[in-house]
């Protein structure tokens, strides 16, 4: 079954080429991926591909899930 009219989220993007497929399919992708290598490659894809991509760092955002400190025995 094919869902029409959704976005798309894809946690784990690696390169971004399927946030970039949904949107050159008329569908609002956004990828996620820690590796800054792996984002910077996704976001020079879109450009090439003339989509409007904005990379949000996680040192940015590390504030919403601060470290607990866990004490081991």
């Known amino acids: ?3 029409m ?4 989220l894809d ?3 690696g ?3 399927t946030p970039i497929v949904a949107n050159l399919n ?3 992708g956004v990828g996620i991926e820690l590796n800054r290598e792996y ?3 996704s976001l020079e894809k879109a450009k090439n591909e003339n989509i409007n991509a ?14 607990k ?5």
């Open 11 to 13: 946690p784990f993007s």
């Open 54 to 67: 904005e990379l949000i760092e996680f040192q940015k955002i590390k504030f919403l899930f601060p470290q």
């Open 15 to 17: 390169s971004g080429t």
């Open 26 to 28: 008329k569908r609002k």
């Open 1 to 3: 079954m094919i869902l």
């Open 39 to 41: 984002s910077l490659l």
């Open 5 to 8: 009219d959704t976005d798309l």
């Open 69 to 73: 400190k866990v004490l081991c025995p």
